[in-house]
Antibody
């Protein structure tokens, strides 16, 4: 059974950066396709980016382009998401999630999720 | 980007009620649509994938239908544990997007 264990809550000042990690257990990271989703207080789910196996590259939502970097340390089975130039609107719970393909092309869904990491941006 | 509009944004219903949530898109997504249930403090849970396929372990009172630009999630008989927020998600485009969510509350 795949489990995704995320790092703990973070408090940052505006303009700073934060790095959230997501450790895989019960499987190896190399066999998974990791994505990141966030939820701001009172708002809905928002996809941030993730690995696209069709292109072999990490893709990002346009909103976060230039401000987010998603990386993987396969030796530690740990994925990370670093968001820079933080502003108060980045206060949110950040989730890592793996995708499962049920068909060809973009026929997939998010199956395993981390428990979420609260990032608070406040001066 | 594909824009997704969920309706209603919230609803109040009683145990045993039939509930229908609609997801509309600004371009056809065929059946590249998933539905998730999200409760406070927990990770989202997949209910339906490919518009109408029930995820293993999900009660049969949940069903999905539709294709193209209008898809629906139906709960045939609302149970106490179903009070939550529901999201649709399209994966038709390279950049997946979620609908705004529908909060189902107790009447």
């Amino acid at each position: 059974q795949v489990q995704l264990v995320q790092s703990g809550a973070e408090l940052r000042k505006p303009g700073a950066s934060v790095k959230v990690s997501c450790k895989v257990s019960g499987y190896t990271l190399t066999g998974l396709f990791m994505h990141w989703v966030r939820q701001a207080p009172g708002k809905g789910l928002e996809w941030m980016g993730g690995f696209d196996p069709e292109d072999g590259e990490t893709i990002y939502a346009q909103k976060f382009q230039g401000r987010v970097i998603m990386t993987e340390d396969t030796s530690a089975d740990t994925a990370s998401m670093e968001l820079s130039r933080l502003r108060s609107e980045d206060t949110a719970v950040y989730y890592c999630a793996t995708i499962h393909y049920y068909g060809s092309g973009s026929q997939y869904y998010f199956d395993y999720w981390g428990h979420g990491t609260l990032v608070t941006v406040s001066s | 980007d594909i824009q997704m509009t969920q309706s209603p944004s919230s609803l109040s219903a009683s145990v045993g009620d039939r509930v229908t949530i609609t997801c509309r898109t600004n371009q056809s997504i065929s059946t590249y649509l998933n539905w998730y249930q999200h409760k406070p403090g927990k990770a989202p849970k997949l209910l339906i994938y490919a518009a109408s396929s029930l995820q293993s372990g999900v009660p049969s009172r949940f069903s999905g239908s539709g294709s193209g630009t209008a898809l629906t999630l139906t709960i045939s008989s609302l149970q106490p544990e179903d009070f939550a927020t529901y999201y649709c998600q399209q994966t038709y485009s390279t950049l997946p997007t979620f609908g705004g969510g529908t909060k189902v509350e107790i009447k």
